[in-house]
């Protein structure tokens, strides 16, 4: 047992043992069962068993978070400093970099060397490119870090999945624009998630090439340098698919390409969900208010909080982005997803079924005021109309005066 001390504001020393300590290896969890079903597969020849991975992520896993429920408790202010310094918390993750890339490697020989059915294939590109996309989380939280070796995990991380340039983007642009109609990376009301992933991936791919050639530039450098963090990791993914190409021929690229597809959708849809329809208000200067933990939902499902190492505790995380996972913090009243991120997933698969369920939280989050929600332009008239009729009339009747003025 692990026990924290510290000193509270009258001076008194608080001691604490974090419950959650030994909890976060259930990170594990996901990859232990995953390749357990693709190892029945290799010894029964049966492919059902590669659907299963499918199921797990989509319908074990927010079973699992509906059963346990959530846990809302915070560590003591006084000992988080203690808590931040325990490099087990920082180290707990490296291992996870070894797993991602030995799973993707396990998929590879799958895929190159047996003739799947195609609903087989299918369901190996999905629950593999999901699995896979899921070590944005972990390069997630090293891109917060300052030193190099965390920074340098976080880009072999990215590689995998050949998303180069997110944590650049992630630090410099979502975290300055999140809850804005500037911000690609922040899903509007009425938006669905199909539409907002071809904003979102073009949108975060501009702005992270954008803000590496800024950076580089004012080093000195240009562009094509090879201190560019974006094009050093998209370098190394390149390497990666020349060794898979070289191992089971170009076919494989039929899997590679999907695969890196899902992956930065997984990415997508927790963007999506972060942030959907929450507005930072304008000031008088036309500057946007500072990010508040109110901007971003949250969610305490116990379960896949421990999995994604915390990063369900979004709303604190954007208020305060240097605060490592261990000691996030819950709040009251903070605007909360009804699962964990994997089964707010498979809600907004479905628009219509988000809507009717996140759409009323917008609101009730707004306090019933529709101007003050990040709303999708296109959407705008039938929402009004739904949440706001009287600002919908007012608007219709300004509309045909100045019609028949200029008539």
């Known amino acids: 047992m692990t026990v924290f001390t510290g000193t509270d504001e009258q001076g008194q020393t608080v001691s604490y043992n974090d419950h959650k300590r030994y909890w976060y290896l259930l990170a594990y969890t996901h990859s232990i069962i995953v390749a357990s079903f693709y190892a029945a597969f290799l010894i029964t020849g049966a492919a059902l068993w590669l659907v299963m991975p499918v199921i797990w992520i989509f319908g074990i896993v927010p079973t699992i978070d509906l059963l346990v429920g959530e846990d809302t408790h915070n560590p003591p202010e006084a000992v988080m400093p203690a808590m931040i310094k325990d490099d087990f918390y920082r180290f707990s993750i490296y291992p996870h970099f070894v797993i991602a890339f030995a799973m993707f490697a396990f998929t590879i020989f799958i895929v190159g060397s047996f003739a799947l059915p195609w609903w087989a294939y299918l369901a190996l590109v999905i629950s593999s490119g999901i699995g896979s996309g899921g070590i944005l989380t972990l390069t997630h939280e090293l891109g917060h870090k300052t030193n190099k070796l965390d920074q340098f995990m976080a880009k072999i991380g990215n590689a995998l999945v050949g998303y180069g340039h997110f944590c650049?983007?992630?630090?410099?642009?979502?975290?300055?624009?999140?809850?804005?109609?500037?911000?690609?990376?922040?899903?509007?009301?009425?938006?669905?998630?199909?539409?907002?992933?071809?904003?979102?991936?073009?949108?975060?791919?501009?702005?992270?090439?954008?803000?590496?050639?800024?950076?580089?530039?004012?080093?000195?450098?240009g562009f094509w340098h090879y201190k560019n963090d974006v094009l050093q990791s998209y370098a190394l993914s390149f390497v990666i698919i020349a060794i898979c190409v070289a191992v089971f021929g170009p076919l494989i690229l039929a899997f590679i390409v999907p695969h890196h597809i899902i992956g930065w959708y997984t990415l997508t849809q927790a963007n999506y969900i972060e942030h959907y329809g929450l507005l930072r208000a304008k000031k008088a200067n036309g500057k946007y208010e500072r990010t508040q933990p109110r901007h971003s939902w949250n969610t305490n499902h116990l379960f896949s909080n421990m999995q994604l190492f915390h990063l369900q505790r979004h709303s604190d995380h954007h208020a305060n982005p240097l605060r490592p996972y261990q000691v996030l913090r819950n709040f009251d009243d903070l605007p909360s997803l009804p699962n964990g991120y994997l089964g707010c997933y498979s809600l907004a698969a479905i628009p219509p079924l988000w809507y009717r369920i996140m759409d009323k939280k917008v609101m009730d989050w707004a306090g019933g005021d529709i101007t003050k929600v990040n709303i999708d332009p296109k959407a705008k008239a039938r929402l009004y109309r739904k949440y706001s009729p009287e600002l919908s009339l007012a608007n219709k009747e300004v509309g045909s005066s100045s019609a028949g003025r200029a008539a």
């Open 168 to 221: 650049i983007e992630h630090n410099r642009g979502h975290h300055v624009m999140v809850s804005t109609p500037e911000d690609p990376a922040s899903a509007r009301m009425g938006e669905s998630i199909y539409r907002f992933a071809f904003r979102e991936i073009g949108g975060t791919f501009a702005r992270g090439w954008h803000h590496e050639r800024e950076r580089l530039a004012k080093l000195g450098h």
